[in-house]
Structures are given as C-alpha cells and as structure tokens.
C-alpha cells in the first residue's frame, strides 16, 4: 500500500444544497457531484472533507464568516471550500453534523464497492493460482477498501473524541492525526512500502 491509493467520494450537489449553508448567494455553478479524495497516508486529507463538510453543516451568515472566520471566496473548486475548526460560528452540533456527513459518504463510496471484503480480496492477492489480471483488480479493490476503512475509523474516533470533549471542544481533531487504524495495513504489493 503506497500513498497512490486514494478513493473518491461523491458529493451529490443536490444533497449539499438541503443542507444548512446553501445560501442563494451560492451563484457559482459547480457540477452536479464534487468529488473529494482520500488516500492512505497521515489522515488520508480526512481533516480537508471535515473542512468542506463544516462549510456546509454551518449556520454561519456569509458576510459573518468571511469577516470572522476568513472564508474568502467560493469560486473555483468547489472541493476546496472548507471552513476551518477556529470559526466561532461552528457550533459542536454543526460539527457533529459535518462528521456525520463525512461518515455518510464513506458509507455510501463503500456500498457501491464490488468483490469481497478486506480479508477476501487479500487471500485473492496471495493465491499463486489467481490469474494476473484479476491479483492486480485485487489489489486495488484492497487498497481502496482499506483507504475506506481507514477513513471511517479515524471519523468514528473524531466523533468519540467530539462527544467527550469539554469546553474546549475545538481541539477535538489535535490527536487525529496521529490516530492510526489498529489493524495492520496490507502487505506490500509490487514490491511497494507499507
């Protein structure tokens, strides 16, 4: 497993605009789905998709975080919107409901994921009888399971860490990154790093 494995997840437009911060200030016209990538290493950007899916759990006034919060603009790529933990606007709800979200993503990126599971597709990869093709198809359907496994660990951890949180509640995602998923990583695969 290498860095290059990433998975994206799909954000339906339509989803985002029921949520709290579709304004109709939001003029720029952005695609039907935005896609935002998770790979395997650190936090596997899981802290950017928290980010952009605070942006949209907010009940933040626009002209309140762009001068409170230094939201500047959302023109451009619409998977770089985010709204950073320090916006006193960011209630712990909202918070609770970005994190939900993200964990809804996973979720669905994972119903949609053929083959078997984690241990299935690892013993597919270490048959010596299973045809090259169908190893290196393996291969990859491992590793984006296991980006997605990893990433719905380190949710349910901010989400733990979230609900015990004190007052201090905004520092919940400090210990995040060096969260690790418990379980070992795949094995290595053409002759890559673990």
Known sequence: ???????????????????????????????????LKLNSCGDG??????AFARLWSSHAVWSDAKADCGL???????????LDISCEHVS???????LGF???LIVARRSKMVG??????????????????????ATIRRDEKYVL????????????QLLHAGSDW????????QARVVESSPRQSCGELT
């Not at 437009?13 to 695609?31: G, N, S, Y």
């Open 45 to 50: 950007n899981i802290h950017d998709i928290i």
């Open 170 to 177: 905004r520092s919940y995602l400090s210990h995040l990154s």
């Open 102 to 104: 993200v964990q809804s």
């Open 116 to 137: 078997g599971n984690l241990k299935e597709e690892e013993s597919l990869i270490e048959n010596p009888s299973t045809p090259p093709r169908l190893r290196a198809a």
């Open 92 to 98: 712990r709800e909202e918070e609770m409901a970005a």
């Open 149 to 160: 496994h990893q990433a719905d660990h380190l949710v349910s951890l901010a989400i733990e």
């Open 72 to 82: 500047t603009s959302l023109a451009g790529n619409p998977s770089r919107w985010r």
């Open 1 to 35: 497993l290498t860095c290059l494995a990433q998975v994206k997840l799909e954000v339906p437009v339509q989803d985002l605009l029921t949520m709290r911060f579709a304004r109709p200030w939001m003029k720029t016209k952005i695609e039907a789905t935005i896609s």
